[in-house]
Every structure is written in structure tokens, then in C-alpha cells.
């Protein structure tokens, strides 16, 4: 079993990905591994139309999170 562990993930992030997490009916783990799945497929494997470069990990990550208003992501 490997831990996944995300720095600078405060109180109501947190509460915000259980939330997200519980109406999806999935365990936490489950979700974040769903959402890092996800962006790194998105990542990797689709061209942008407009032909603008590839956006890393932590910039999908915050694109996903930007309705549940989190301001800022650091990995």
C-alpha cells in the first residue's frame, strides 16, 4: 500500500474533496486517485486544439478544484 501525500492542502480543501468525494460515493483515496488519473490523462494524452502547451499536474489539479473555490495548489 503506498500513502499519497499532498502538502498544503488546508481545513476546507480537505472538507471539499470528502464532500466531492461522498456525492460521488467514493472513498477519498478513490477520488483523488480519480482526479490525479484524470489530469495526468488529459495531460498526456490529448493534443489541444489551439495547439498551446501541455499543462502540468498541478495546474489541472487547480482547473478541477476551481468551482469549489480553492485559491491555490502546491505540490
Known sequence: MTSLIIP???DAMFLQLQQRANLNGYSLEKELLLI?????????????????PPK????????????????????
Open 56 to 75: 502540468d499536474l498541478a495546474t489541472r489539479i487547480h482547473e478541477r478544484f476551481k468551482d469549489y473555490d480553492v485559491s491555490d495548489v502546491v505540490f
Open 8 to 10: 498544503n492542502v488546508n
Open 36 to 52: 490525479l488519473e484524470q489530469s495526468l490523462c488529459s495531460s498526456t494524452h490529448v493534443k489541444s486544439i489551439d495547439n498551446s
